[in-house]
């Protein structure tokens, strides 16, 4: 009778997990020599580019242990990046135990310790696990103090590897099975299946993928979502053995996928709980914890026309990304579009990148804003991260902004240079360590906002690309917040509208104005550009008038050419945007709003 | 909208002594062989013998190019002689030439055929300028040639001048303005030098060698236009100049080339030439070889061909009357430009005029721009 074990492998960024994956892999024999490549599991494009995991991804291996007993090991390989951190959440609800991997050069970071109190809240086994002994910079010995001290675990339960070189890997393949416990026998109970990831298939419509907490599932069985009742009929399951492969049954302690037809995107719910039609679970498991976005920014299509395909998208996409919210939203200037809500500003690239790339959609996306609260003269208080819904100054008692606690490591030459860009992003508190020769840790308060519209970019720069940094949400600081409009021929631009502090309004004010004045072509008639706030203009800039605007000949060969041109510029003016009598060019959008950061 | 008026005939001549580096008018180097000049009169008289069935009596023949000059003057007499028998009379009889060609028998020989116009393509009175256009003669050249041609006694004669030379100081272009207009000429064409994609200029505009400036291109424009209208002519038409005759509102225009601003039909022969009879406008291949291979085959020079609906007609009707200083019709503009038209009056680039929309010079100078924004749909 073959055994199964469910653990996740969490840690930090870049701390191993992927590699480590790739040599259990490559010793479960899943892959031949000539196929496989380095991050294995890492299969999206950004991802390869990135080198980082921004999705979980779950692989059985086959083992066999001394003894001579078989195992299924259900692997979820998971992303360390903070803004993904509900990638691991959702890895963990279907695991017993998890692989806590360690780098030993860098010892426990901020992540570790947030993947430590999520695994203990899921009451996981824990299995430490220090990577990286190969490296000459390895400090198996401090990290060891680390474990005992920081993370409350044993030191002398942990495992070492190089999951580099392939040592200790053995170690780790027995850590598994004898420490991680096998999953619950449950298999007579009714089928209650949690739902905790999936993806749209144009072919087969949407893949499942589950674990099955209590019963048994087979293909021609008819299930139904608890969320809304919706009924398939399972057309297919199986395991993940790098590809699909398809079984005839799985029972309680399984992880697989499900193909049942399902076309409507919108029955599938990550989080969500399916059990048989027939003789049903009494009440669906426990869901995920409902995320929190903190980065906001609207997306619209670069060509309004476009808006029900990105709408399809959206839908399609979210099911592969279950840490995304969006609602609609609408722009005098860009139409119909969505407000969206990010974990974080990779999250916000990746998924900008991910619409366009895998759903095809060209897109413009607003400048990205935090959520802020106000306090109102009648006591009201309201959070705003859409400048549109910024409340009238009159009536604003208090604002307040979101503030981070950051932790940034560089090379103690480049202190001199961080501590003014933080100071200069409004950052307080700060305080300093040095956690090894040469290396030294700096902490700050800063307001989130900051750090989103261009901290990390800044700092890459100015430590030469030597810079880390990593940050928490601690809470929110009273902050003097404006709305800053942006004016095209005295006409609000509602695209371009930002909150912001005000001692930052100017600047980022001129900077607009300027970016448009290089978009904005030269028209029949001189443009004024301004950003104001309230009535109150902070910023103009022009954009003169054409002198000229003619060609010297016009003959008998040349009357189609000219109308031609005037056809031409009738159909390209469906994509232009009216604003002031002024003819945007949607290219004057997406570059104002992507080049923000540099 | 097309008008009732007579047609005209336009004969492409597609032959120059050589390539003049910021051309890009159809013509072939003859390069001192003049193998190919018989070949293409028997394509031309053959393609008349087709295309011309059908067409009322031309009031204009314009022979252009190229460099029609480079033929002998028995051979622009045959050419003539083509169609003789279906001009109206009077017809107006334009023949372009270079100042390099004019000599005492070629212009009598004109005069003899019937011809009662030239077009000279003088281009500067500048030594240097001319020598950087690529052109093959010079300023004396051109006013002995326009002297002979006063001898010779042609009623109407235009000169052709190019502006807007890089770096050109508008001092410079006055002097050749004045020196046109010292010797009294019917018409002059003032073009602003144009960088055509695939000429030699071009080439080097696109290395970065020479530089255009358009403001100091619409500078020269301006003070272009005051100083020939207080010499007395007309600014017509964007390029285009007349000198004012005796009666009030009289002038010496060029009677065929308007027939292109009114889109009056125009029968065109020879490669590379263009046709509009009121309904469709088709265009000759553009190559010599091509053309005659063309005829042989088909009877037809034809490369293409596009049939002109109301919308079309009603672009094609604005894109040119705004190059004129007669304007466009309100009445075609549309009432939904209303807005539009408003604008352009207020920032004083037009004027209404009898039912008309009349350009005015800084009109001129943005004519391609005012045609975009009337020849949109009114913004909502
Ligand atoms: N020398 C050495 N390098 C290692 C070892 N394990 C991983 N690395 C390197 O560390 C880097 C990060 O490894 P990954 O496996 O992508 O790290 P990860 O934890 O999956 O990173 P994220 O998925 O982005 O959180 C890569 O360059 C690996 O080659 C090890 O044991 N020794
Ligand atoms: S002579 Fe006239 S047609 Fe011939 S190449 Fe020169 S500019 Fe062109
Ligand atoms: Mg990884």
Redesign the interface.
Known sequence: MRQTRNFSIVAHIDHGKSTLADRLIQKAGLISERDFHDQLLDDMDIERERGITIKSNTVTLPYRDEAGQDYDLNLIDTPGHVDFTYEVSRALAACEGVLLLIDATQGVEAQTLAHLYSALEHDLTIVPVINKIDLKAADVERVKEQIGSDLGLDPDEAVLISAKTGQGVEEILKAIVERIPAPAQRSAEPLACLVFDAYYDSFRGTVVSFRIVSGRLEPGDVIRFFSNGATHTVEEIGRFSLKHKPTRAMQAGDVGYLIAGIKTVSDVLIGDTFTHKHCPAEKPLPGFKEVKPVVFSSIYPISSDDYPALSDAMEKYKLNDAALTYQKDTSIALGQGFRCGFLGLLHLEVAQERLEREYGQSIIMTMPSVRYRFVLSNGQAVEVDNPAHFPDPVQVRVSEEPFILTSIMIPDRYMGAVMQLCLDCRGVNSSFSYPAPGRMEIHFDLPLAEVIFDFYDKLKSITQGYGSFDYELIGYRPSDLVKLDILVNSEPVDALATMIHRDRARTRALQICKRLKDEIPR???KIAIQGAIGSTIIARTNISA????????????D??R??KL??K??RG?KRMK?VG?VQIPQSAFVSVLRTQKD | MASRERPGLYIHVPFCERKCPYCDFYSVPLAGSRAGIGGYLESVACEWRQAASGWPAFDTLYIGGGTPSVLDPEQIASLLDTARASLAQPAEITVELNPADVRAALLAALRAAGVNRLSLGVQSFADDELAWLGRRHDSAAAVRAIALIREADFGSLGLDLIYALPGQDPSRWRRNLQRAVALAPEHLSCYALTVAPGTPLWRRAARGEIVTDEDASAALFLDGSRLLCDAGYEHYEVSNFARLAGDPGASLRSRHNQKYWSRTPTLGLGPAAHSFDGERRWWNARDLDGYAAALAERGDARAGEERIDAAMARLEAIALGVRTADGVALAVVGDEQRCNVDRICDAGWATRREGALCPTREGLLRADGIARLLGSDPDT
């Open positions: 028209q029949m008639f054409f002198r000229k605007d003619v060609t010297a000949k016009c003959y008998g060969g009357v189609s000219k109308r005037l056809e510029q009738k003016k009216m009598q």
